[in-house]
């Protein structure tokens, strides 16, 4: 049985071109959250101290546009723990947020409920301290136990002169 060799070479080039077209990257668009607005990486502070925190703000699993969850881990005031995570009620339309005794869930935390009040974020409401870049600002009063804690802040711009000290 005699192959042609241009039989080989036609189908050798079909795989050749199948292979291309199938392999070629795709850009996906997975799109966003409800809450990527008001989500983010934060450097706050309390009560006007120098000292500044990571706070995290990020949309829930069920992607709510009514509750986002807010996170620090390591906020303090003075040599007090105000360590916080919980579930917040936010109206996305004015960027604000508030909630009442909500459980807190952070690992840790000498405190089992805290409110937040006046809670508000700030579209390009501040800017890098170092770069000078416009950036979304944060605010809100923390209350744990009776005492009330004033937390403000800016957005992560993600330049190192930005970063605290």
């Avoid at 077209?21 to 668009?29: I, Q």
């Avoid at 006046?118 to 800017?127: E, L, Q, S």
Wanted: hydrophobic share 35%.
């Amino acid at each position: 049985m005699k192959i042609n060799n241009n039989k080989i070479l036609t189908l050798m080039l079909m795989v050749i071109a199948a292979v291309y077209a199938t392999s070629c990257k795709k850009d996906v668009d997975y799109g966003g959250t409800v809450m990527q607005k008001m989500s983010g990486d934060w450097h706050v502070s309390v009560d006007n101290s120098a000292k500044r925190y990571n706070l995290y703000s990020f949309n829930t699993a069920d992607n709510s546009a009514k509750q986002f969850w807010i996170q620090s881990t390591g906020l303090r005031a003075g040599t007090k723990n105000i360590a916080i995570k919980g579930k917040i009620n936010v109206d996305l339309g004015s960027q604000t947020f508030s909630v009442s005794n909500v459980t807190n869930v952070a690992v840790g935390a000498p405190y089992t409920s805290f409110s937040i009040s006046n809670g508000r974020i700030i579209t390009n409401g501040t800017v890098g301290p170092g770069s000078g870049t416009p950036t979304d600002s944060i605010t809100f009063d923390l209350n744990i136990d009776g005492a009330t804690f004033k937390v403000t802040g800016r957005h992560k711009t993600g330049f190192v002169e930005d970063r605290p000290k």
